[in-house]
């Protein structure tokens, strides 16, 4: 039966196929739920949280659980399948083409991410066990804030601590500690996380959002969206889109002179905390990390540039 509901789902339009969850498996789905064509899930029980998104040609068939958490993502073409529970908690991203394999448990903490092309299995045989052969069914576990770069294999068993970093192509075989950088076949940790990190004082944020400003100007608003009516200067964006004018301004921790805007639509990068954005403008929090989630298209352009390119997650501040 689950395999002719998977089938049924998978070819309903984006609009039924909520309807079609909650009636047949009693799915608990939260608010702005993005479940695009050519998509299914089957599962004992389905959880989507706020705000998470399966994207198109993706594939879930489960005999346990099936959970995504709050701004979850599972990108194009990927396959979780099995006879257990698979579990994503909030803000969690899988890419393209991975292939998840869920016949023993597969946890993913908050904040956390398989690149594409990554594969996690729990089970792993062929060559007969009867004739001397190993095999090995285990559980799968990754914590919190672990990125696993391109094309990572994570073996039968495996733990990954929080906070841990698994560079490209790597094949993890054994458990991993937290707060680890970690590369190779087989994966071994190579330093601590921390030689990657910088501490973010207010003036390092000031100037990590004016890089991100700078670089939205360049690849989101002239490559992507093709706007050639832009004057720039630091920290400051006026541009034209489609006969609306816009301007983008960073509000920082170091200066208390700040950018009073002019143009219809205003949108601000706020770094500062007793700071008010004037009446009608869009802020950006970026010290609670929080917006609000909009049609405009500049707006999400903003939003989902900072996103895909620097991992900086805003929440529907709604």
Known sequence: MNTLLLGLVFLAPPFLKKILLRWFFNAKIGRHVELDWLTSIAARHIELGDHSAIRMGTLIRLNGDF??????????????????????????????????????????????ALGPRSMVFTHGSFLPYNEGYWARRAGVTIGNKVWCAAGVFLHPGVEIGDDTFVN?????MQSIPGGS????????????????KRKMTPARLDAAMALVLRDFVEVGLRREL???????REGYVRARWRGALYEIALVRATNDAACALTAP?????????????????????CRAQRTRYLADPIHTALRMFMLRYYGIRFEDDC
Do not use: H, M
Request: aromatic share 10%; with cysteine; net charge negative.
């Open 226 to 232: 093709g706007v050639t009516e832009i004057e720039e």
């Open 265 to 285: 639509r205003q949108i601000y990068l706020v770094n500062r905390a007793d700071w008010s954005a004037p009446a009608g403008a869009w802020v950006f929090d």
């Open 67 to 112: 959970k995504l958490g709050a701004y979850g993502e599972i990108s194009i073409f990927n396959l979780i399948y099995g006879s257990s529970t698979f579990s994503a908690g909030n803000a969690t991203y899988i890419g393209p083409q991975c292939i998840i394999n869920a016949e023993e448990t597969v946890q993913i903490g908050n904040g956390s």
């Open 168 to 172: 490209s192509r790597s094949v993890v």
């Open 181 to 196: 950088v970690v590369e190779g076949n087989p994966a071994q940790v190579v330093y601590p996380i921390e030689r990657i």
